[in-house]
C-alpha cells in the first residue's frame, strides 16, 4: 500500500451533503466552509436544506419529503498500516432546534431571505478534520481581475458523483456577464456551464492561467506569470428546467454569504445580550 497525493488543495473546500429525513435519504447536495468575522460557517443552497424551491416554495421531493437533519462528509488525515491516509467522518447536523420543525438552524439573507437561495450555518470543531474553508488562507487565493470569459470551476458532486473517495468533481466554465452587474436586482451572476443535481451549494473559483494583472493594477509592473484563483460565490442550480438549453448556472456573489453571517452574528448577540 502505498501513500496517495493529493495534488490539489481545492479538493478540500467541497463536501458532499446527504440531505434525510431521519434515516431516508432525500437527495444529495454540496456545501463548504467560510471563515468570517472570527467563526466558522457551513455555506450551502436554501433550497438544499429546506427542501422546496425558493422561488415557489414548492416541495423539491417527489414523495414530499422534508428533510430534518443533514449528514456531512468531513475528510481527515489518518494513518492505516503506518501510511498517511485521508478518511471520511459522516456528521449528522441536525436542521431545527424543535420536533415540530418550526425553528431551523440556519440563517438567511437579512433582506431578501430565501429570494436568495444561500443558507449559514455556524459550526465548530473542525480544527481535527482536512476541511479547508473556501477562503481560507492556505489556499493561497489572488485578486483576479473578473471578467466575462473568464475560467471558472465549479466544484460539488453532479447526480451524486464524487471523484474517488468522496473529493468532488470539478466541472468547468466560464463567466456568463458582467460580474459587478447585478441579475434581477439580486447580487447573483451567470456563468456557461452544464451542471447537473447533486451540485447545488458548489464553491465556484474563478482561474487564470498565463500573464495576468491582479485587481485594482494597471501597471505591467504589477503583472504576474503563472495561474491566480479567486473565490467567487456559490453556486445554486440552472437558469430554466431545461439543462440543455440555456446551459446558464446561477452564481451568488460572495458578499451574499458575509451579509448572511453578519446578520446572523448580530442576532446571536441580541439573543444574548436580550
Known amino acids: 500500500m502505498r501513500p496517495i497525493k493529493i495534488s490539489e488543495k481545492l479538493n478540500f473546500v467541497a463536501v458532499k ?20 468575522m472570527g467563526s466558522t460557517h457551513l455555506v450551502t443552497n436554501w433550497h438544499n436544506v429546506s427542501g422546496k424551491h425558493p422561488e415557489t416554495g414548492k416541495c423539491l421531493h417527489s414523495e414530499g419529503g422534508i428533510p430534518d ?4 462528509g468531513f ?28 425553528k431551523p438552524v ?6 431578501f431571505q430565501h429570494r436568495i437561495d444561500v443558507v449559514t450555518i455556524p459550526i465548530s470543531e473542525l480544527e481535527k478534520t482536512a476541511v479547508l474553508a473556501a477562503n481560507e488562507e492556505k489556499l493561497g487565493l489572488d485578486r483576479l481581475q473578473l471578467r466575462p470569459g473568464l475560467d471558472v470551476f465549479i466544484l460539488g458532486f453532479p447526480i451524486g458523483i464524487s471523484g474517488g473517495a468522496h473529493f468532488p468533481i470539478w ?16 447580487p447573483k451572476l451567470y456563468v456557461d456551464t452544464a451542471t447537473r443535481e447533486g ?15 491582479p485587481e485594482d493594477k494597471d501597471r505591467m ?3 504576474v506569470l503563472g495561474t491566480g484563483r479567486r473565490f467567487l460565490g456559490i453556486y445554486s ?3 430554466g428546467n431545461d439543462p440543455f438549453k440555456a446551459q446558464l448556472g446561477v452564481v451568488w456573489k460572495v458578499t451574499c454569504i458575509e451579509e448572511i453571517i453578519k446578520n446572523g452574528l448580530i442576532k446571536d448577540a441580541q439573543q444574548q445580550t436580550g
Open 69 to 72: 437533519r443533514v449528514a456531512i
Open 237 to 239: 442550480g440552472r437558469v
Open 199 to 213: 451540485m447545488s451549494g458548489s464553491p465556484v473559483f474563478a482561474q487564470e492561467t498565463g500573464f495576468w494583472t
Open 75 to 102: 475528510p481527515m488525515n489518518s494513518i492505516k498500516d503506518e501510511i498517511p491516509v485521508i478518511q471520511w467522518d459522516w456528521r449528522v447536523l441536525n436542521l431545527y432546534d424543535d420536533e415540530n420543525m418550526e
Open 17 to 36: 451533503l446527504r440531505m434525510q429525513f431521519g434515516d431516508t435519504e432525500l437527495a444529495v447536495g454540496t456545501g463548504f466552509f467560510y471563515r468570517f
Open 171 to 186: 466541472k468547468r466554465g466560464s463567466i456568463a456577464t458582467e460580474p459587478d452587474v447585478d441579475i434581477d436586482g439580486l
Open 106 to 111: 440556519w440563517n438567511e439573507h437579512p433582506i
Open 221 to 223: 509592473d504589477d503583472a
